[in-house]
């Protein structure tokens, strides 16, 4: 017992695009109590080189050499921060050589990738957990709890908003990358209201635009959606990567409501409004680290034995949905949700406080908002 106090587990990040430069890699800054950072992959010979001298790293790859890394690093835990549709190769290969995975979402783009992702995890005796920050954030669980407890009396409505505007050639605009608004930043938006209710959806309508312009040749520049939940709920959100900058989301109940403005981002300040008998009070916390919880929480699940939350059961009830968004906006009809059953939702368990960090100079990985 003695020794897992000071245990710290060997971990990798694979892909050293803008997410994992200017949050993934600090984050380890605020995870050293149990996770070490010691080999970063990628197909970018200088990024490997600078980042893998800035942090200290043992070792570095390329994307062929993943297997070797793991290998002769003695890695137990890797962050997959590759785009979209290459988190299940990258998932099952890491799964193969032994070590668990902590996937960024979307956790893939369909959901037989996501099955397939947690079936190599299961198969390879290794953990799988995807990389849902919120799930840990003090402003967003906050909010949780004071839907269960009744403070806005009964939710009845979910509304939510996500949008900014994407670089051109940003991978977020390449569908072969599992690229557009709906996988980008429309999943913040599901996940939250299948949290907010704790429950999950019946049915979905959707509307998309695409090709509005070049950057959206192949892509969703918008997808609006409104989800169906037991109890005659309705959440509705628009995700666009062609508006200003949004991040927002409010639940509305028979009492009052909970509005979080920014509710989405990781770089400032998140702030909670709460209205009740017409009276609004805010809350505003300071600027914290969302990553490294997610680092400390996956390396005490590998030092303890315990099984990680969120799981690719919490990755694949969002693509599920996702999928059926899909569906309906290109038939234009409303889609039956084939739920994922989920005993276990976020809560004040998970929280975990870091201080936050300060942005980094990236390399060759340029911010994908204009």
Request: some cysteine; proline content about 4%.
């Amino acid at each position: 017992m003695e020794a897992n106090k000071t245990r710290k587990v060997r971990w990798a990040v694979v892909g050293l695009g803008n997410i994992a430069q200017v949050a993934v890699l600090p984050a380890f800054e605020h995870a050293k109590e149990n996770a070490k950072l010691v080999a970063l992959v990628s197909s970018d010979h200088e990024k490997r080189d600078k980042l893998g001298k800035k942090y200290a790293v043992e070792a570095t790859g390329t994307y062929d050499e993943l297997e070797s890394v793991i290998e002769e690093a003695g890695i137990e835990a890797v962050y997959v921060a590759v785009p979209n549709s290459l988190h299940r190769e990258m998932t099952e290969r890491v799964a193969r050589a032994g070590a668990n995975v902590l996937c960024e979402k979307p956790m893939a783009t369909t959901s037989q990738d996501c099955e397939a992702m947690i079936e190599a995890c299961e198969d390879a005796g290794v953990k799988l957990m995807i990389a849902y920050r919120l799930h840990f954030e003090a402003a967003n669980l906050d909010a949780i709890e004071r839907v269960k407890r009744g403070d806005i009396g009964e939710p009845r409505i979910f509304t939510s908003v996500f949008t900014h505007q994407v670089r051109e050639g940003d991978i977020r605009t390449r569908a072969d990358l599992g690229g557009g608004a709906l996988f980008d930043m429309g999943i913040y938006c599901v996940n939250a209201a299948r949290y907010v209710f704790q429950a999950e959806p019946l049915s979905v309508v959707a509307m998309q635009t695409v090709g509005t312009e070049e950057r959206f040749r192949h892509v969703d520049e918008m997808t609006s959606v409104v989800m169906r939940f037991p109890g005659d709920r309705i959440a509705q959100f628009t995700a666009s990567q062609g508006a200003s900058s949004v991040s927002e989301f409010r639940v509305i109940g028979t009492k009052g409501d909970v509005e979080l403005d920014p509710a989405f981002g990781y770089a400032g300040r998140i702030e909670e409004l709460v209205t009740k008998d017409e009276k609004t009070r805010t809350y505003r916390g300071p600027k914290k680290d969302q990553f490294a919880p997610e680092i400390v929480h996956f390396s005490n699940c590998i030092i303890d034995g315990s099984t990680p939350e969120p799981s690719g059961l919490e990755g694949l009830a969002d693509v599920r949905i996702i999928e059926a968004i899909i569906r309906s906006a290109a038939t234009r009809e409303v889609v039956h949700v084939e739920s994922v059953e989920r005993r276990s939702r976020p809560s004040r368990r998970l929280e975990m406080r870091k201080p936050g960090v300060r942005e980094p100079k990236t390399i060759h990985a340029p911010s994908p908002s204009k």
